[in-house]
């Protein structure tokens, strides 16, 4: 075998421990494999995640999974984008099959695969679907959690019930939801009427024996167009289309009138006429209800349905548009707000969340911030004592701080407490309108996805005095929402 066959087929010993630690849970790995090609009737039964991983590396060895391997750290590294040992092994087993293609073809190696270049940046077509799990942030932490987990149970639970493979697919997270783009190589009917289906029956089995807090309810919309991939993300009006579609009033309306729902459905005008306007796969037109959608970036006619519960209704108020008012009781219900909190209960200036082993820099912070009384600042590790309700302390101040501070890090992955935080001040104010979530950044470390899109504060980590100049002039700014020097700048003509 030779040393690029091998890098093809098998793991390297880090990316063994690594996916042993990431993909510890036997569901969540099994969900990996039977995506990456694996047959779901001969996954490792391994009692240890180590051993389960060290058998899938056997399997891969002698070659009855092709491309195995690329596809498992694809799929991780979809799930982990900034997971370093991931990026470094999807790297090495695409410069692998390149060799290895140059060599078989008698030609010189080509370029790395994964390297963007004008080509690849092309619009192409594909199927965009945004998911949302209704009343998220009403929940606690854990409960977010585990919604977060079983959102995606179900959903790769669904995509592989309805034959849609894997490699297809691309998925972001949104913390309380997904945004996934399929190919356009997958049937827009097989969509709208198999993976709903599935969907549908992954919700209600999710669901049974979950008592409400816990339970999961979804909005989905489904549009069709032009997107271009990015190294974190998507552009392109359909992907705009898909996440305004998905929060429009007229889906958001359907829950607190129907109480049994526990999926809706919206789709484009476009989407719907080649879909189940065509009666495609059995889908029923009946079955759906044209709304009128009035939203940033997209205002026309979609189509609603709500699948598996007959006789469903639609609040439609005074203004006849389908849509519940901002006002109405349909959306006072729907809100996102928290319960309400004691009277005592502290405002707190910032929060700030931490993985653990960045709390040093959470607690440098804090003190930095309340010097002088500047600023009231929330850090796990002071304020909340023994014998407190951790995950109640913590929700509560989630509901009052007016701003949450995250420090940045590779270790913010390994922290699903942090990243629920975080996450939840990014939803509350996704376009930073209103400078709710601040990331703080110690030396050269690059974050990716969402936390990329928002401007950070740097500190060197090396010069006490000078960060703390830095962190205290940075959040002045961020707090006041403006900045203007002091003293005019430079002239900057007649250079001598």
Avoid: C
């Avoid at 998507?234 to 526990?262: C, H, Q």
């Avoid at 992955?413 to 629920?420: D, F, V, Y």
């Amino acid at each position: 075998m030779t040393d690029d066959v091998k890098q093809l087929r098998q793991l390297r010993a880090e990316d063994l421990a690594e996916l042993a630690d990431v993909f510890y849970q036997r569901q969540t790995a099994d969900h990996l494999l039977a995506d990456a090609g694996f047959s779901r009737k001969n996954l490792p039964d391994a009692s240890t995640s180590g051993g389960r991983w060290a058998d899938v590396n056997v399997t891969l060895g002698d070659g009855s999974v092709p491309g195995g391997r690329l596809r498992i750290l694809e799929l991780a590294l979809d799930r982990y984008p900034a997971n370093d040992v991931f990026k470094q092994g999807v790297a090495e087993a695409r410069r692998a099959a390149q060799r290895l293609a140059a060599t078989e073809s008698g030609g010189a190696a080509a370029e790395p695969a994964g390297k963007p270049t004008g080509r690849d940046r092309l619009p192409r077509p594909a199927t965009v679907a945004v998911l949302d799990a209704v009343g998220y942030s009403r929940n606690g932490v854990m409960v977010q959690l585990a919604i977060r987990d079983g959102l995606r149970e179900i959903f790769y639970d669904a995509l592989a019930d309805a034959d849609i493979s894997a490699a297809a697919v691309k998925v972001q997270d949104t913390g309380d939801g997904l945004i996934v783009v399929i190919s356009g190589d997958v049937p827009k009917a097989v969509v709208a009427a198999d993976l709903v289906e599935q969907l549908r029956r992954g919700v209600r089995g999710y669901n049974r024996g979950r008592k409400d807090a816990g339970a999961i309810r979804l909005r989905l919309s489904l549009h069709h167009g032009d997107v271009v991939e990015d190294r974190t993300g998507w552009a392109g009006d359909a992907v705009i289309v898909g996440t305004r579609l998905v929060d429009a009033p007229p889906i958001r309306a359907v829950f607190p009138t129907n109480p049994a729902a526990s999926l809706a459905v919206i789709m484009s005008s476009e989407f719907y006429g080649t879909t189940a306007a065509q009666e495609l796969l059995g889908l029923d037109p009946g079955s759906y209800r044209e709304v009128e959608v009035v939203v940033p970036k997209f205002t026309g006619r979609a189509w609603l349905t709500v699948p598996g519960l007959t006789g469903w209704t639609l609040e439609v108020p005074a203004d006849g548009d389908g849509a519940a008012t901002p006002g109405s009781a349909s959306a006072a219900a729907d809100a996102s707000g928290a319960d309400e909190l004691p009277e005592d209960a502290v405002q707190w200036d910032f929060l700030i969340a931490a993985a653990d082993t960045d709390e040093s820099w959470g607690a440098w912070i804090a003190h930095t911030l309340e010097k002088d009384a500047a600023y009231n600042v929330h850090i796990e590790t002071w304020d909340i004592q023994a014998a407190e309700n951790l995950i109640w302390k913590l929700e509560e101040a989630m509901a009052v701080a007016k701003r949450t501070i995250v420090i940045v890090s590779a270790n913010l992955l390994s922290s699903p407490k942090a990243q629920a935080v975080w996450m939840e001040a990014w939803r509350k104010d996704p376009v930073g309108q209103g400078r709710s979530l601040v990331p703080v950044i110690v030396g050269d470390y690059q974050p990716t996805g969402f936390l990329a899109s928002i401007k950070p504060i740097r500190l060197t980590g090396t010069s006490p005095d000078a960060d703390e100049r830095e962190l205290r002039e940075q959040l002045r700014r961020t707090v006041n929402g403006k900045y203007r020097p002091a003293t005019p700048p430079v002239y900057p003509g007649m250079a001598s």
